[in-house]
C-alpha cells in the first residue's frame, strides 16, 4: 500500500481571473494546505499575483510539464463558495451560451472576489511578547503590527517599512507570533469587522452602580452585543467600557460582523385560501422531484399567498427555497410579506446591495439552514446547498433576460437547470406568461371552458438544451386562478380615441374621460396610477425653425430632455451611455431661439398635472427617482400611507406591485408599446397593459382602467378591454407557426460591435460568410438573416452591426445537431471589434 502522502492530491488545475485566457492552468498544492475545488485562491500569473478557481484535484502534474516548472499556488483566500452540483450548473451556463466558463463564474459570484488580492501580515500573540530575542527585521515587523489599530497591515507596506522583512516573517511564522492572510482588494469587499463586547464577571469587585447597569444591559442581551448597540442601549461611553474591561469584566474582541439587510415587521398568519388556491396549493404540495409548474393566475387572484403557503412546509423539512422576481423595485414589498411570514429566515440579494452586502450575503447563503432567498435574476445562482423549490413570480417579464455582459442567459432557462440539478419544483407565477411557457404548459391552446383547474403534461419534451443538451424529463403542471381574492371583478377598461379628442378641440395629454376620473378620485379621496412610457421630461429637443434635432455624440438616438425643478436648470440626458450636457438655449445650428421640446415624459407628465390639477399630490415612480438606495421602498410607503394621490411611473408600476387602495389606472398613448420593430412587440403590449390595469380594485372599492390611444382598432387593444389574453396569444401564435419564430423556432443573435464603421461592417460579412459555409458544410437547415446594422447604429461610442440566426423547429432547440463555429468567428474579429453571442434573444432592436 502506498503512503499516505502520496495519495493526496499535489496539483491544483484552476481558472484564473484574466482576461482573454479561458484555458486550464496548473499549480502545484503547498505543503500542508488543504485545497478543493471551488476554493478562491491566489496565484503568480506572469510577473503578478491574481484570483483563481480551483477546478481539479490531480496527483500527477501534465505529461508536458516537468514538475520543477509548476509554481506553487500562493495561497488559499477562500474556502469553496460553491455548494454540491453547482459546478455542472455553471458549465452548463457556459456551454448553452456560449461563454466562457471564467465569464458564467464572474456573474455568478459576488463582486471583488476574484480580482487580485492582497496579503497582509497579522499578529496573533496579544500577551507581552520577549523582542530581544528576535532579528532586526523581525523585531521591526512585530513593532509595526503593534502599532495599528487592527492589528495587521499589507504585506507591501511592511517589505516597504523594513529592510530583510521576508526574512524577519519566516522567523515569526515559524514561531506562531503572526499568520499571512489575504483579502479582496476593493474594500467593500472585505469581511466588516466590528468590536463585540462579551460579558465575563456581573459581580465584579470595586464597581460603580453605572458600571453594574451597563453589565445588567449586557446580561439582558444575551452577555453579547457590538460595541456600537451596547453604547447606544447602554447609554454609555467607549472609555467607560474599557475600564470595566480592565476590571476583568468584559471582553472587547474585533469579530466579523455579517452585512445582511435586516428589517422588522410584524407576523401574520397564512390567509384564508379561495378554492381555486386551494387546489393549486394542493398540486404544488403534491409534487415530488424535479416538475415545472404554470401558476396562471388573473391579478389580484392571491399567488404570493400560494406561493408563501407552498414554501412554508419546504422549511419544516429542512430546505430552503429561491423565490425571484423581474424588478428590485419588487423585493422590498414580496420581501416584507415573507418576513411577516418566516421572520429573519429570509434573506435579499440583488444588485442593489452594496458588494460588501452581496459578498456577506453570499457566503450567509452556504450554511445548511433553511432559508428564503429573494432577488433578481443574478439570484438564480443563489448557492442554496438544499434548495427545495424554485418561484419565478411574473415569469413573462424580460427583466430576467441579461443582455450584458455575457453571458446573456435568461434566469427562468437556468432556473429550469437549477431544478433539475436539485430535484426540486420550479413555479412560474404571471397572469400573462409567455409564449414560451404557454405552450411548453398548455402545447394545446385552451378553447372556450378549459383552462380552469389542474392540467398534467408529462411527457417527456427534449427542449432548449444547447450543445450540451440533456434530455428533460420535467413533468409540466398548469394551474389557473382564474377569479380574483373575494370574487372582486377585473375593472373595466375603458378605451378613449385621442383622435375624438383632438376634433373635439382637446389638446391636452388628458382626455376628457381622464380628467373627470382624476377630479372624481381626488374628490371620492381615493388613489390612482398614471403609467407612461418614459422618464425625463421629453424625448427629444428640436428647432423649429431648421428642424435640428439634438442627438447624442456617442449614440444613435436623440437626448432626452430633462426638467428636475424649476429652481434646476434643464439638462438633456442620453438614456444609453447617460451622456448629459445643458440645454442650449438657441439652436447650435441656425442660432434660431425657436429650440424646443417635444414628446412626453414622466417629468413633463407631473409639469402638466401640477398646472392642470394643482389639487392633486403626486409621486413620480421611474427608474430617476428610484436611484438611492431604498427609494423603491421609500416611494411605495408614501403612496400607501396616503401622502400622494397619484403614482406617476414607467413600466416598473407593471411588475406586480400590490397597492389594494388604487382605484384609478390610467395609461397615456398606449401606442408607443405596440409601434415596434420587433416580432414581440404585440405580447408585450397586451402582457404590460394588462398587467398595469390590474393594479386598479384590489381592495374593497371597485377600480377602473382609462386606456387612450391613436388606435383604438389594434386588435391588441380590443383583446386587452376585453380581457382575452388567451385569445390573443392563440392569434400571435399562429403567426409565429408559419414564421418559425419562437416558441416554434429557436433564434440566436450575433451582434458585432467596434469603434470604426467600416471596420465593423468587414467584421460582419466575414462572420456572415463563415456561418454560411458551416452550414452548407453540416447541412444543416439554418437561415442566417443579415448582416445588416442594428436599428441603433451606434450606442456609447461602438458602431454595432447583427445577425440573426433562425434555427427551424425540426432541430427542437438543440443546438448540438448544428455547432456554431465559434472559434472562426472570434477570429473574424480583430482586437477593437466584439462578438457577442445572444441565445434566445428577448429583442432584436
Known amino acids: 500500500m502506498e503512503p499516505e502522502s502520496e495519495l493526496m492530491p499535489s496539483y491544483v488545475e484552476v481558472l484564473v481571473d484574466c482576461p482573454g485566457h479561458t484555458g486550464l492552468l496548473t499549480y502545484r498544492v503547498p505543503a500542508g494546505v488543504a485545497i478543493a475545488p471551488g476554493d478562491i485562491l491566489s496565484v503568480d500569473f506572469g510577473a503578478r499575483q491574481v484570483g483563481a478557481i480551483a477546478v481539479r484535484l490531480t496527483a500527477t502534474p501534465p505529461p508536458d510539464l516537468a514538475p520543477e516548472q509548476i509554481r506553487e499556488v500562493a495561497e488559499a483566500v477562500s474556502d469553496s463558495l460553491f455548494p454540491p452540483g453547482y459546478w455542472a450548473l455553471l458549465e452548463r451556463v457556459a456551454d448553452y451560451y456560449y461563454t466562457p466558463l471564467m465569464t458564467a463564474i464572474r456573474v455568478a459570484l459576488p463582486p471583488g472576489l476574484l480580482q487580485r488580492s492582497q496579503r497582509r501580515v497579522r499578529l496573533l500573540r496579544s500577551e507581552m511578547l520577549d523582542l530581544k530575542t528576535l532579528s532586526v527585521p523581525a523585531r521591526q515587523i512585530v513593532q509595526s503590527l503593534q502599532g495599528s489599530a487592527t492589528r495587521d497591515y499589507a504585506w507591501s507596506y511592511i517589505q516597504q517599512r523594513v529592510e530583510g522583512a521576508a526574512k524577519g516573517l519566516r522567523e515569526l511564522k515559524q514561531l506562531g507570533w503572526v499568520e499571512m492572510t489575504l483579502q479582496p482588494p476593493a474594500h467593500s469587499t472585505q469581511p466588516k469587522r466590528q468590536q463585540k463586547v462579551t460579558l465575563l464577571n456581573q459581580d465584579g469587585e470595586d464597581l460603580t452602580p453605572r458600571q453594574r447597569e451597563i453589565l445588567a444591559v449586557l446580561a439582558h442581551n444575551g452577555g453579547e452585543l457590538w460595541l456600537q448597540d451596547l453604547l447606544k442601549y447602554g447609554k454609555t461611553t467607549a472609555p467607560t467600557l474599557q475600564k470595566i474591561a480592565q476590571a476583568g469584566c468584559v471582553a472587547i474582541t474585533l469579530e466579523e460582523r455579517l452585512r445582511l439587510e435586516e428589517r422588522a415587521v410584524s407576523r401574520d398568519r397564512p390567509l384564508t385560501l379561495t378554492a381555486d388556491q386551494q387546489a393549486a396549493l394542493a398540486a404544488i404540495r403534491g409534487l415530488s422531484g424535479c416538475a415545472t409548474v404554470l401558476l396562471h393566475g388573473v391579478t389580484g387572484s392571491g399567488k404570493t399567498e400560494v406561493y408563501l403557503q407552498a414554501i412554508a412546509p419546504i422549511l419544516k423539512q429542512g430546505k430552503s427555497a429561491l423565490v425571484l422576481v423581474p424588478e428590485i423595485g419588487l423585493t422590498p414589498q414580496l420581501t416584507d410579506r415573507f418576513r411577516a411570514r418566516f421572520g429573519s429566515r429570509v434573506r435579499v440579494y440583488h444588485s442593489a446591495l452594496s458588494d460588501g452586502e452581496r459578498y456577506d450575503t453570499w457566503r450567509y447563503l452556504l450554511n445548511k439552514e433553511p432559508q428564503v432567498v429573494i432577488g433578481t435574476r443574478s439570484a438564480v445562482f443563489a448557492p442554496l446547498p438544499n434548495l427545495g423549490a424554485i418561484v419565478l413570480d411574473e415569469e413573462h417579464d424580460s427583466g430576467y433576460k441579461q443582455e450584458q455582459p455575457a453571458p446573456c442567459y435568461h ?127 421629453s424625448t427629444f429637443v428640436s428647432c423649429r425653425s431648421c428642424g435640428y434635432v439634438m442627438d447624442c455624440p456617442n449614440c444613435s438616438v436623440s437626448l432626452t430632455y430633462h426638467h428636475e425643478s424649476p429652481q434646476r436648470n434643464p439638462f438633456l440626458r442620453c438614456h444609453y451611455c447617460n451622456f448629459i450636457q445643458q440645454q442650449p438655449k438657441d439652436c447650435p445650428a441656425c442660432t434660431s431661439p425657436y429650440f424646443r421640446f417635444f414628446g412626453t415624459g414622466t417629468q413633463r407628465v407631473i409639469e402638466t398635472l401640477n398646472r392642470e390639477f394643482p389639487e392633486l399630490r403626486l409621486l413620480r415612480f421611474d427608474s430617476d427617482t428610484t436611484r438611492r438606495k431604498g427609494a423603491h421602498r421609500d416611494l411605495l410607503q408614501q403612496f400607501a400611507e396616503g401622502e400622494a394621490d397619484l403614482l406617476v411611473g414607467t413600466q416598473m408600476l407593471t411588475k406586480g406591485i400590490d397597492l389594494p387602495q388604487v382605484q384609478l389606472v390610467a395609461v397615456l398613448a398606449a401606442d408607443g408599446l405596440l409601434n415596434l420593430p420587433d416580432f414581440r412587440a404585440s405580447e408585450r403590449a397586451v402582457q404590460t397593459l394588462l398587467q398595469v390595469a390590474g393594479r386598479a380594485g384590489r381592495g374593497e372599492t371597485p377600480g377602473q382602467v382609462i386606456l387612450q390611444t391613436y388606435c383604438p382598432e389594434t386588435p391588441a387593444i380590443g383583446a386587452v378591454q376585453r380581457y382575452e389574453f388567451q385569445a390573443c396569444m392563440d392569434a400571435e401564435l399562429r403567426l409565429r407557426a408559419e414564421l418559425n419564430y419562437p416558441p416554434y423556432g429557436q433564434l440566436i443573435s450575433l451582434r458585432i460591435s467596434g469603434p470604426e464603421m467600416e471596420t465593423v461592417e468587414k467584421a460582419a460579412d466575414r462572420i456572415a460568410a463563415v456561418l454560411k459555409a458551416a452550414i452548407n458544410r453540416d447541412s444543416a437547415t439554418v437561415e442566417v438573416l443579415g448582416p445588416a446594422p442594428a436599428n441603433i447604429l451606434r450606442v456609447a461610442g461602438r458602431f454595432r452591426w447583427q445577425l440573426l440566426l433562425k434555427l427551424p423547429p425540426n432541430l427542437e432547440g438543440n443546438l448540438h445537431q448544428w455547432k456554431l463555429p465559434i472559434q472562426e468567428m472570434h477570429d473574424c474579429c480583430n482586437r477593437h471589434t466584439r462578438l457577442t453571442i445572444d441565445v434566445d434573444p428577448l429583442s432584436l432592436l
Open 411 to 537: 434566469a427562468r432557462t437556468v432556473a429550469g437547470w437549477r431544478s433539475q440539478l436539485s430535484d426540486c419544483p420550479l413555479i412560474l407565477g404571471s397572469a400573462t406568461p409567455s409564449l414560451e411557457t404557454y405552450t411548453l404548459h398548455y402545447p394545446t391552446p385552451p378553447t372556450s371552458g378549459q383552462g380552469k383547474g389542474i392540467t398534467s403534461l408529462d411527457s417527456p419534451l427534449v427542449k432548449g438544451g444547447g450543445r450540451a443538451a440533456m434530455q428533460d424529463v420535467r413533468q409540466r403542471y398548469y394551474l389557473s386562478l382564474p377569479q380574483r381574492v373575494q370574487s372582486r371583478p377585473l375593472p373595466p377598461i375603458t378605451v378613449v380615441d385621442m383622435r375624438q379628442e383632438l376634433q373635439n378641440g382637446n389638446r391636452s395629454m388628458f382626455g376628457q374621460t381622464l380628467q373627470k376620473a382624476l377630479r372624481e378620485m381626488k374628490a371620492q379621496q381615493q388613489q390612482g396610477i398614471l403609467f407612461v412610457q418614459r422618464r425625463g421630461h
